[in-house]
């Protein structure tokens, strides 16, 4: 079973950056592809990006395109880097596996989801 742990959350001013990690474990041997997502208050979870499960299709969304990178590498972790931060960045990011070995941007292809962790753009 694949278990999901977000770390690398903080503040950051308005400009800055922050890498989130995703440690996912055994998400290459189950083949499933991940996704960051994320949800301000009274908002709904958003999708942010999301990475085949060989890591080598990369898909973001609009409002973060540029801006962040979504990337793995070969021991199952998922990485967030977050550059040029704005304040609408805002909230709680969260990572989580597809049912699907290809990127997926709808909440409910997620079978799984970590804890999530807050960041905070803020001067």
């Known amino acids: 079973q694949v278990h999901l742990q977000e770390s690398g959350g903080g503040l950051v001013q308005p400009g800055g950056s922050l890498r989130l990690s995703c440690a996912a474990s055994?998400?290459?041997?189950?083949?499933?592809?991940m996704g960051w997502f994320r949800q301000a208050p009274g908002k709904e979870r958003e999708f942010v990006a999301a990475?085949?499960?060989?890591?080598?299709?990369p898909y973001y969304a609009d409002s973060v395109k540029g801006r962040f990178t979504i990337s793995g590498d070969n021991a199952d972790t998922v990485y967030l880097q977050m550059n040029s931060l704005k304040p609408e960045d805002t909230a709680v990011y969260y990572c989580?596996?597809?049912?699907?070995?290809?990127?997926?941007?709808?909440?409910?292809?997620?079978?799984?989801w970590g804890q999530g962790t807050q960041v905070t753009v803020s001067s």
């Open positions: 989580a596996a597809s049912r699907s070995s290809i990127p997926q941007v709808g909440r409910n292809e997620y079978i799984k």
């Open positions: 055994g998400r290459t041997a189950s083949r499933l592809a």
């Open positions: 990475i085949s499960w060989s890591g080598s299709v």
